[in-house]
């Protein structure tokens, strides 16, 4: 089994930057790629960004493009979500996954191991 615990949320206004971090711990070893989702108040969880063992590949939502960036330290087995330019829209529950293989994945029922959740609130 694998542990993830995220930490970071907070509440912030928009325009400034948050840094999420979502450490693993247990079985570290099936924690290959990993990702960040999150659920918005009344809607769906959706796909924010993932990124393989490596780091070598990444990839993220649209809606985030440009303005967050994830990345991963396997020596602390700690993946970030380093979010800038927030946007009240940004508001959720964020939510950090992951499962034993290395190919990115962007649907949720992927991923086996997940955190439990952290809140990011942008006021306007």
């Known amino acids: 089994q694998v542990q993830l615990v995220e930490s970071g949320g907070g509440l912030v206004q928009a325009g400034d930057s948050l840094r999420l971090s979502c450490a693993a711990s247990?079985?570290?070893?099936?924690?290959?790629?990993m990702a960040w989702f999150r659920q918005p108040p009344g809607k769906e969880q959706e796909f924010v960004a993932g990124i393989t063992r490596s780091g070598a590949a990444t990839a993220y939502a649209d809606s985030v493009k440009g303005r967050f960036t994830i990345s991963r330290d396997n020596a602390k087995n700690t993946v970030y979500l380093q979010m800038n330019s927030l946007k009240p829209e940004d508001t959720a529950i964020y939510y950090c996954a992951t499962e034993r293989t290395d190919v990115l994945k962007r649907v949720a029922r992927d991923f086996n191991y997940w955190g439990q959740g952290t809140q990011v609130t942008v006021s306007s």
């Open positions: 247990g079985r570290t070893d099936s924690a290959y790629v």
